[in-house]
């Protein structure tokens, strides 16, 4: 008898469900939806166990897996929080899913979830240890040592956006200064480009035309973009963003040794010499022993769901 | 039948030997000797193996445990090569001492074995996850990670020394810069306080007067000595090293959120205000949610011995 896996991605903007069989490689259905303003826990709840029931269309799961946009407790299932949605505080996410569809539910964050779909489905197979790294609007990671996710004391381990690599560097959101994510995330690489072009009213003619003048309007994209036209200012805000990720990369090669680095997020298009400079700047941070490959994810934004899967598979046995 | 497990630790300077009954707490005999200047790869080995037999006294051991000072590829016993004594490359030395003693043998490096005799043994005990770091004339570290050593994809993780914590500090022997080593070692806490006291004569009466205004006799005790006795310049340098210890430690539980950090080696031997400011950066660089302890090593000196049961114990089972 075929066995139904669920799995669900709760992300900060948008939510999807999907379902497939144990052993599968293609969805038998998949559904999203957007989080409206004013969402909360409840909102979310309420509307991914509906997609569920959609899905499933009154067949039982064999289990769930599940990737929440925020810090959890791995061990019982309960988020902790989440940075983007209230309401989320110490809800017993497993709990309430297993109550739902009867099924074992395994809960996690979604760094850690996208490390283990990118390990299992994508960029990582066949390597037993690798930092998944994602760099979009924040910079986050999961790991998998010794073919296992890596959560560390209190479910938190991962967090290279929080690796410090300048320590005279810009203020970070935790309160410490020059981490990974202050100088490299798709948010921070557009600030940078603000800041320089309200500063230096001579550069940025590229970046400046992408965004028809309106400073408001520079994006990770965009600046993305005007560096790959030519456009120098653009390009030196990556460059910082790229230096930070091959720095934290070098010295976490020097750290963990592990085989491969799996770069994903939206930031992460930015382009061949964006690549070049991170691949430069890790090798030349690391000791020149340490032998480690850093490649594209493959999952793109499907890795959580991808791994949810994998970690329902896990549940199950 | 009792059973004896041999342990050796081969060092830069000298080599001991130790024999305890499995499951034991107590050494049944140990033997150290220093190594004469112009020794070789020849001159340990040979040296070790009689350490060995003068314990042994015709028994035979159950299993030999060994750490050694350098690079080793653990799956095959096999020393990669010694940065402090020559003719050590590629040495069978796992192969070499099963030949000997006829007994199954393990062979890993100084770190990672200290790191197991401070988990099995010493301040380690207990807990699931830690980094054990030594810092007295280079920073090493080796790993225990759920209950393991992790060594990672090259036998080369845990070189805590080599994390950078300074983009544009000083040039590091690995060919980095800023690396913690570079900043924190007790070389380089000296080597900076003589630098210091050249250039700025006014300054450093107190560590000047405890090396007879001998520049060349500062070393990393003297600077604790002075920095205990009020010398501003001592502490200085002192707090340096402090920092960048900081500063890693904290980054790496953001990254890898261990229960534990033990520190041993001579230069943690600087006086409560050196660890305060271990333990206040670290706070302040780590995120407010990652808990950890940072707690002085056991075992001293002897970690490597110690560590060295506890392979040994593996190589039996």
Not at 76 to 99: D, F, M
Not at 241 to 262: D, W
Not at 293 to 317: K, R, S, T, Y
Request: glycine share 14%; aromatic share 6%; hydrophobic share 45%.
């Amino acid at each position: 008898m075929t066995e139904l896996i669920l799995a669900f991605d709760f992300g900060g903007t948008k939510h999807t469900a999907g379902l497939i069989e144990r052993g599968g490689r293609e969805w038998l259905a998949q559904k999203q939806v957007a989080s409206p303003p004013g969402a909360d826990g409840d909102y979310d709840i309420r509307t991914m166990l509906g997609l569920g029931r959609e899905l499933l269309a009154g067949a039982r799961p064999a289990a769930v897996g599940v990737s929440f946009g925020g810090p959890v407790n791995y061990a019982t299932g309960t988020v902790i929080l989440s940075h983007h949605v209230p309401g989320w505080e110490n809800r017993p996410l497993r709990q309430i899913i297993e109550a739902e569809f009867g099924a074992p539910t395994n809960v996690d964050n979604d760094a850690n979830v996208a490390a283990v779909g990118e390990h299992r489905f994508g960029a990582g197979q066949g390597c037993s240890s690798l930092l998944y790294i994602t760099v979009s609007t924040g910079v986050g990671g999961g790991w998998i040592l010794d073919n296992k996710p890596w959560r560390g004391r209190d479910s938190l381990a991962g967090e290279f956006g929080h690796l410090m690599v300048d320590p005279l560097g810009p203020v970070c959101v935790c309160g410490s200064r020059g981490c990974v994510e202050r100088l490299a995330s798709g948010t921070h690489i557009a600030g940078r480009a603000r800041e320089w072009l309200a500063a230096q009213p001579e550069r940025g003619a590229v970046l400046r035309r992408l965004v028809n003048d309106d400073l408001a309007a520079v994006d990770g994209k965009a600046v993305a973009q005007a560096a790959a036209e030519g456009d120098e200012l653009a390009w030196e805000s990556l460059a910082v963003s790229a230096r930070a990720l091959g720095q934290g990369i070098g010295s976490v090669a020097n750290l963990i040794n592990p085989e491969r680095f799996v770069l994903g997020g939206g930031t992460t298009k930015s382009g061949a010499r964006y690549w070049e400079t991170i691949r430069a700047t890790a090798r030349a941070t690391a000791m020149p022993e340490v032998n480690f490959e850093i490649v594209p994810a493959g999952l793109g934004d499907f890795a959580p769901l991808w791994g949810a899967v994998a970690i329902a598979d896990q549940a199950a046995q």
